[in-house]
């Protein structure tokens, strides 16, 4: 009699892993409670700039007349309207050039320590707490015909007539230096602050004057931070309206493409219109800082040996 074939006894099946809890797998991604801290400014960001635009760009393509792109096509086939652009460029390139060109030489020695450096640091930032309209005031008061300004040439017998700076290009364009270089100045003063001097002083212990010794260290680390700061004080100026309407010529020289859009609507009541120009405005504005921050791609972007 044949002894009895048992089947054969199946392994024991490994133990299944522990199901991770969901919380420790978004912890592990980065989200996390933390991340509640950004909803107040989230909400802040959709409701003071995202649902603004959402609305006046949809207000754009509903114009009274002329179709979808009526609105645009009213715009785009007005001299007057389509001239305010290159007014625009015209005050915001050349401002930002110069806040931006001033604020490298003032930064640079504002690194050393001297007598009197936080009173001069608070001087250089006093037109931030004036405002535009106040800074216009001042530059009528001071720089109109009958100022303090041409009141001196006068008295130096330097001129004969007075120099006519106010309700024009240069009234708006000293208005456009004045209330953007403080913020030129600070952007450019922490980017300098964020390079550690010991490579300079490296460079010096290998017989570089101070000339080469910023044109071959410190200008390179620095260009990237400056053309993050000609961005700013760039969409500053370009956003141009108190300063063009009181010392410039809002009908003529200084007919800036803000000016086009307040006119459009809220003096001929065509809010599509002014709704399309805004919306050229900011495609304009947004070109130049793609096109700026795709030229700062290109720049060094490692570590500058600093604090910054």
Known sequence: MSAAVHPPVPAPAPPAPERTALRHRLAERGVDRTLLLLLPGLLAVIALFVYPFLYGLQISFRPEK??????????????????????????????????????????????????????????????????????????????????????????????????????????????????????????????????????ERAAATLGADWQQRFRHITFPLLLPGLMTTFVLTFVLAFAVFPSAMMVGDPDGKTHVISIEAYETALERFNY????????????LMLAVIGLTMALRSRLYRGSTGGKG
């Open 66 to 199: 002329g179709g979808f792109f009526g609105s645009y096509h009213d715009f785009f086939t007005n001299s007057l309207a389509v001239g305010s652009i290159g007014i625009t460029f015209k005050l915001a390139i050349p401002a930002a050039i110069i806040n931006v060109g001033a604020a490298v030489p003032i930064s640079y020695r504002m690194r050393q320590d001297f007598r009197g450096k936080r009173l001069l640091l608070a001087l250089l930032v006093v037109p931030i707490t004036l405002g535009t309209v106040l800074t216009a005031e001042g530059i009528l008061e001071f720089f109109g015909p009958v100022g303090w300004f041409n009141q001196t040439l006068h008295a130096l017998h330097l001129t004969d007539s007075p120099v006519k700076l106010t309700y024009n290009y240069w009234g708006v364009l000293l208005s456009l230096i004045i209330s953007g270089f403080p913020f030129a100045f600070l952007l450019t003063h922490s980017y300098l602050s964020g390079i550690n001097p010991a490579l």
């Open 272 to 283: 599509s219109g002014g709704s399309a120009i805004a919306m050229v405005m900011t495609a």
